[in-house]
């Protein structure tokens, strides 16, 4: 069993109001070298949660950190111009809010962080550190 310390938000970098599904992101990772989804839980825009890669398997979502975390992302985080905006829909803030906490009892040492936290990026768009504080703390 992995150590699991954080928890990580991340967003696709796709535009706003566009559909993607796990099996898409899947491809896209491949072509990147990844032997799957770099992500454990990817949220749609319907709310609905979808497993990614096996929480047991270190993920491939946030160089430095992925033996010791669960990579979240939400589909979207870009406007139109491919500009970083916050695209969740309410359905995806539910959603997003329902398995960090559910994650959270699980891993209880876990902390979330938003991917910037710990590159460059703008993903996922949003300061999830702070929107996320109280969950977090529990």
Not at 29 to 37: P, S
Not at 55 to 77: M, P, Q, T
Not at 90 to 100: E, G, K, S
Request: with cysteine; aromatic share 8%; charged share 25%.
């Amino acid at each position: 069993m992995r150590k699991i310390n954080l928890i990580i938000i991340h967003c696709t970098a796709t535009i706003e109001g566009r559909d993607y599904t796990v099996s898409t992101i899947d491809s896209w990772h491949r072509q990147r070298g990844f032997d799957c989804i770099g992500y454990h839980y990817v949220v749609y825009r319907d709310g609905t949660v979808h497993e990614g890669r096996p929480v047991a398997k270190a993920g491939a979502h946030c160089a430095g950190h992925n033996a010791n975390s669960i990579g979240v992302c939400y589909i979207g985080g870009v406007d139109d111009k491919q500009q970083p905006k916050d695209t969740r829909t309410p359905a995806q803030r539910d959603a997003l809010v329902n398995l960090l906490m559910r994650l959270k009892r699980q891993y209880p040492a876990a902390v979330i962080r938003g991917h910037r936290d710990f590159s460059t990026k703008a993903c996922p768009s949003f300061d999830a550190t702070s929107e996320y504080a109280d969950i977090s703390k529990m």
